[in-house]
């Protein structure tokens, strides 16, 4: 059987949070700094908890009026400083409920240039190792953030996405351009079975290249994220795939 780890990224303030978890075996909890404050990671933390759903970090830059979304002009020194404040911030909350925390996805604009900058993803692995060296990193599969943990002996998840197309050196294709977002829900759905049996993606300009699928990333933001969350797992039962948290995939 097949194993994956379905993540969805949660507590940026969208009302579907408390359908989203019971399907998800992976929560990624904003931290405050795109998206959330201290009052939705407290009620965040407590859906995981109830609902035995892995919980982990969802570091940002501190851009909520975009979303996190924009790529800003920033040194490894504060990358690995907005990291480390969103860790303790979380972590303060999960260890006073009792919970462990999992793992540790950056987010939006944060994410998509550690993948490419080996600086920056460096000043994440770092701020994670620094801060509690038994966190996963989930990150894009064949990124620098993967490289980057390799090099400092952390654990570490590849991550795939139903929604998004790729370019042909394995990063996504940018939001905005013609094709970057899979809209059919079908082909979405056959990409990541491939993904999951595979390792393989198809790239938007036609190349098939290889990727890492230990977990899944779904977007929790609408009632068409819910149902689309419905309709995955349904496929990966029927294709003997079996949904697991993050920590279970890559042991």
Do not use: W
Request: proline residues 2%; glycine residues 8%; charged residues 25%.
């Amino acid at each position: 059987m097949y194993k994956i780890d379905l993540n969805s990224d949660l507590g940026e303030g969208a009302a579907f949070d408390k359908d989203i978890i019971p399907l998800v075996t992976s929560a990624n909890i904003a931290c405050g700094f795109h998206a959330g404050d201290s009052e939705i990671m407290d009620s965040t933390v407590d859906l995981c908890k109830q609902f035995n759903t892995a919980a982990g970090v969802h570091p940002g830059y501190p851009d909520k009026e975009n979303f996190g979304r924009t790529n800003m002009d920033v040194t490894p020194s504060q990358v690995y400083d907005y990291t480390l404040y969103q860790l303790g911030a979380l972590s303060a909350i999960a260890k006073a409920k009792g919970i462990t925390l999992q793992h540790v996805k950056p987010h939006g604009a944060m994410y998509n240039m550690a993948a490419k900058d080996f600086a920056l993803a460096k000043a994440i692995v770092k701020a994670i190792k620094d801060f509690d060296s038994s966190l996963i990193l989930l990150a894009l599969s064949g990124s620098k953030m993967i490289e980057a943990a390799k090099e400092e002996g952390i654990a570490y998840a590849g991550e795939v996405f139903a929604d998004r197309a790729y370019e042909a050196d394995g990063t996504l294709r940018k939001r905005g351009l013609d094709g970057a977002m899979i809209t059919d829900e079908n082909e979405a759905i056959a990409r990541v079975i491939k993904m999951v049996k595979s390792s393989k993606v198809t790239a938007y300009t036609g190349e098939e290249i290889t990727v890492d699928a230990h977990s899944v990333c779904v977007h929790g933001d609408g009632v068409k994220a819910l149902e689309f969350v419905k309709v995955l797992n349904k496929a990966f039962e029927d294709n003997d795939i079996k949904t697991v948290p993050i920590a279970e995939v890559i042991k």
